[in-house]
């Protein structure tokens, strides 16, 4: 019989760190080397099992036979459960909260409510928005065009999502909530950050070009 194979990782459902075993493997080979052994290099698709909440991720990383010997010598990227990819251009606290805030995204529902409101908290100091809570500030910045009126709107709602994360007496974030909340704070996020980025972006490579 075929050992059990595993592979140390951080569960993106329930945050166990854990040695998980291997429930199915793709190699979608790239290159052999046959003058050198049978020697293969492509990339390793693994499917791997958690041992305490029993749910799959899918794992992806090149392997190269002849150069490495272990997964140290490789770089794993999870492909599933899928963790945000951050949006473009954001300041390095706003970066910084919404990453953290996508760690726990598929963990705790109420921690990933408190911390998309702290990112935006960090969006409105950013700004320079005044007034006493974020709801107030949101509504400077919309007041100053600096994000659309319809933003606002749902931004407020943001902050009432926020407010039952941080406050267990009014209830509780579930995981149907989480989604909602990370496509309004991106709304946000892209609105303000990336898309003036991505302008910038295509203004210098346009610069370029012209110089050609
Ligand atoms: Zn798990």
């Given at each position: 019989m075929k050992e059990k194979e595993y592979v140390n990782l951080k569960c993106g459902h329930c945050g166990n760190h854990a040695s998980m075993e291997v429930v199915n493997t793709y190699f979608d080979l790239h290159e052999s080397y046959d003058d050198f052994g049978g020697l293969s290099a492509g990339d390793y698709y693994r499917m791997l099992l958690c041992p305490a909440c029993k749910k799959v991720s899918l794992i992806k990383f090149y392997w190269h036979e002849g150069i490495?010997?272990?997964?140290?010598d490789t770089e794993i990227t999870v492909l599933y459960p899928n963790i945000s990819e951050i949006p473009k251009g954001l300041p390095q606290d706003v970066h910084r909260t919404f990453e953290s805030a996508s760690r726990v995204k598929n963990i705790d529902a109420n921690a990933y409510g408190v911390l998309i409101g702290r990112t935006l908290e960090f969006v409105c100091i950013e700004r320079k928005a005044t007034g006493d809570n974020l709801y107030t500030q949101l509504e400077f910045l919309s007041k100053n065009n600096e994000i659309p009126a319809n933003i606002t709107t749902i931004a407020s709602q943001l902050r009432i999502f926020r407010n039952i994360g941080a406050h267990a007496s009014s209830g509780e974030l579930t995981k149907d909530e989480v989604p909602i909340l990370e496509d309004l704070c991106l709304a946000i996020l892209e609105y303000i950050y990336t898309v003036p980025y991505l302008v910038k972006k295509a203004n210098e490579a346009m610069e370029k070009v012209k110089k050609l």
């Open positions: 490495m010997t272990t997964l140290g």
